[in-house]
Structure formats: C-alpha cells, structure tokens
C-alpha cells in the first residue's frame, strides 16, 4: 500500500517544490524589476480599471438579468438563446448592417488610407504636411463635422445641397429626403464613414512610409523591380508591416464602434426601419432606453468576439511569426 502511495506522493511534492520555486523567481524578477514596475504602474492600473475589470463586468453581468436598479438574477445563457433565437432586430437588422458596413469601411478606409498616405509621401517636404492635415482633419472634427456638413448636404428640402444639385441638373422632380430613406441611409453612412477613415492608422501608414529603406528600392531595380506598383508590393508594404498591422486594427475598431453616425445624421437613437441600426446601436438601445442590461452585456461579449476574430485575420495578414 505504501510503495503504491510513495510515487504519487513524491510526484505531489515535486509540483508544490516546483510552483513554490517558479513562485520565488517571479517575486525575485518582480524586485529586481521593480523600478521598470514602477513606471509601467499608472498604465497598468488604468488597464485594469477601465479595460480588464469592464469586461469582466461586461462577460458576468451577460448570464443575469438586470436593469441597473433591482437587484441581479443569474439566468445562465437564456441572454444567448434569446440572442440568437428571438430577437430579430438582431438577426436580421444588426448583423446584416453591421457586416455590410464593416466589409466597405474597413477594407475601403483602410486602401483609401495607405493609398492617399503613399501619394502625400511622393510630394516634396514642404507642402506635405498642408496635405496630411487636410486629410485627417475630418477625422478630429468628428460629430461637428457629421451634424453641420454632412446634415446640410443631405437635408431633406429643396436648400440641401445634394437635392439642390440634383433638381438644378432635372436628374430628379422632388426633394428626396435623404436621412429618413430607409433605402439611402445605410449608403449615406458608409459615405461618412470613409470620409472620416482618415484617422491614426493614416498617419501611422504615413510614418511608415518614411521609415523603409531607400536602398532597398535601389536594390529591387537591379533584381528586376520595373514599376512603383511592384515596389509597393515588394518593398514597401513588407517594410511597414507593424505600421501595416497597426491601421487594421485602428481600422476594425473604428468600423465596429461607429454606432453614432446614424444617431448624429438622423438626430434619433434608433433609425427609421431600423435601416442604420448596428451592433453598437443595439447595445445602446437595450442599455441606455430599455435599461436591460444583462442583455446589452451579453450583445456587447458577442461584437467582442466578432472584433477579436477580425484582429486576429489582421495579425494573420501583417504580424510576424512571433504574433501569430
């Protein structure tokens, strides 16, 4: 009996030696370290409090019912089932739209981006930054930019720009009520949407640009290198990989979270016929006016998951072997 237990419990010991030694390397590093620790410790704690310890929040409180008020009864995954199998806004509304948007804006602002960012970098020094500001200040205007332009160019009267031009060229009989078509709204969203795509990962892909080797240029001409566009491809995208990496995932996170552009173009919280509605609006709209929160949490865990597979498929495409 006991030389059956001996094995098993000198195996046991051995583990506990093992996390008790691991244990005091990591105290050992920690002190050794401490003054690195003690710089990292601001950022550390704002990580936790507004990022690690929200979504903990958001993933715990996505199993209950609540409303913000009473008190929280656990329900399990009946937020989920219901997700998935009654709520049909979701399903046929917020996903569709969502998707659709996503797969415009985001490869769109992201080529619209690397695109202008390269031809600013061909123009001298000296008026390149004029350029480069003119481009990403629509992105710093934001809600001033979407309410005052953008509002006055699709009102929905005869004074609006787009329908003033229209009915001046006979192309249309009538003002066409822009922002409370179901069938332009979405359009009219992705419009924006590009026009304001030009934020920090356009300026970290201008960087970029200015930090790839010119020798490799000239090295790419002697092995057979005949047009800019092959350099492009050759040289400079693989020399600006996390710069590359860095404007997909600003580009993803952007596109999933621009929930307020319907709200800031139709001035109502939720779109005629639900023809803008997405994802993020939908977490609004059980949040903020249905006070559900319990299910706007279990919403919010799925568009994380939705962004934590697009960023992955961007590592994939630009990280390196390490990140993969």
């Known amino acids: 009996m006991n030389t059956e237990l001996t094995p098993s419990l000198a195996k046991q010991s051995g583990r506990k030696s093992s996390v008790r030694l691991k244990l005091k390397r990591f105290l050992l590093d920690i002190k050794r370290d401490s003054f690195a620790y003690f710089f990292s410790a601001p950022f550390l704690i704002c990580f936790l409090l507004f990022i690690v310890i929200p979504v903990i929040m958001a993933a715990t409180l996505g199993f209950t019912s609540y409303d913000g008020f009473g008190k929280l009864h656990f329900i399990g995954v009946d937020n989920y089932i219901a997700l998935f199998t009654q709520d049909i806004i979701f399903l046929t509304k917020a996903i569709p739209n969502t998707f659709l948007f996503a797969l415009i804006v985001g490869p769109g602002g992201y080529l619209l981006s690397f695109a202008f960012a390269w031809l600013i970098h061909q123009l001298p020094m000296k008026i390149r930054d004029y350029y480069t500001l003119a481009f990403y200040a629509p992105s710093m205007a934001g809600g001033v930019a979407l309410?005052?332009?953008?509002?006055?160019?699709f009102s929905g009267d005869r004074v609006g720009y787009f329908n003033n031009f229209l009915l001046g060229m006979g192309?249309?009989?009538s003002p066409v009520i822009w922002l409370q078509d179901p069938k332009y709204l979405l359009k009219i969203m992705i419009v924006v949407s590009l026009w304001t795509s030009f934020s920090v990962g356009f300026l970290a892909m201008l960087a970029g640009l200015q930090t790839v080797?010119?020798?490799l240029y000239e090295a790419g001409r002697i092995d057979g290198i005949t047009s800019r566009l092959q350099e492009v491809f050759y040289i400079t995208i693989p020399s600006m990989k996390p710069q590359m990496l860095f404007s997909a995932v600003m580009s993803i996170v952007g596109t999933l979270k621009a929930g307020g552009i319907s709200t800031q173009l139709?001035?109502?919280p939720i779109t005629p016929s639900y023809s803008g509605h997405l994802i993020i609006n939908h977490i609004d709209d059980y949040a903020?006016?249905?006070f559900e929160l319990g299910y706007a949490s279990a919403v919010s865990v799925m568009l994380l998951i939705f962004s934590y597979f697009a960023?992955?498929?961007a590592t994939r495409?630009?990280?390196s072997k390490e990140e993969l």
């Open 288 to 290: 903020f006016i249905r």
């Open 171 to 173: 192309w249309i009989d």
């Open 317 to 319: 495409l630009f990280g």
């Open 147 to 153: 309410t005052v332009v953008w509002i006055a160019a």
């Open 213 to 215: 080797n010119r020798e």
């Open 266 to 268: 139709t001035g109502m």
């Open 311 to 313: 960023m992955r498929f």
